[in-house]
Structure formats: structure tokens, C-alpha cells
């Protein structure tokens, strides 16, 4: 397991938690696009940060589920993931 939460991961949360489904690709590109147009809303935000808390046994920052968009996310949660490793 990785201490960093690639696009791909990421991705495959939003289906998992969400149900959201979006290519990775496309994810990489709309980065700055927020996760309600992406079609996540808070439920299911913080349904992905559960999901991380339990694959990696940490607790996520309380901020995580306020991020906007998946690139202030993966920023956040990768610096907060750094920070622990």
C-alpha cells in the first residue's frame, strides 16, 4: 500500500463509495472541477474518506470532506498520509 492516494484510487472510490463513476483520465483532467458537477455530493464524500480511514488506519482530516474539488482532496489527504508515514 502506497502513502499516496494516486487519481486512479481516487477514482475507484467514487464508484465504490459514490457510485459515481468517472475514468481516471478524465478525473486527471477535470481536476479543479468540483466534485458536485463530478456528480459527488457530501454523503458521498465522506463515504470515501471513511473508506480511506479504513484502508489505511488513520483518521482523515476533518476538512477532507469539505474539499471542493478532487485536487484540493488528493492534495490534502496525500500531505496529511505523508505526514503520518
Known amino acids: 500500500m502506497t502513502a499516496q492516494i494516486?487519481?486512479?484510487e481516487l477514482a475507484g472510490l467514487m464508484k465504490k463509495a459514490a457510485g459515481v463513476t468517472v475514468a481516471p483520465?478524465?478525473?486527471?483532467?477535470?481536476?479543479?472541477?468540483g466534485f458536485?458537477?463530478?456528480?459527488i455530493d457530501s454523503l458521498g464524500l465522506l463515504g470515501i474518506v471513511g473508506e480511506l480511514e479504513?484502508?489505511?488506519g488513520t483518521p482523515m482530516p476533518p476538512d477532507a470532506e469539505r474539499c471542493k474539488t478532487p485536487?484540493?482532496?488528493?492534495?490534502?489527504?496525500?500531505?496529511?498520509?505523508?505526514?503520518?508515514?
Do not use: K, P
Open 54 to 56: 479504513n484502508r489505511h
Open 71 to 85: 485536487r484540493q482532496f488528493l492534495d490534502l489527504i496525500n500531505s496529511t498520509l505523508m505526514a503520518g508515514a
Open 6 to 8: 494516486t487519481v486512479e
Open 36 to 39: 458536485d458537477v463530478l456528480g
Open 25 to 33: 483520465q478524465d478525473l486527471e483532467q477535470q481536476s479543479d472541477m
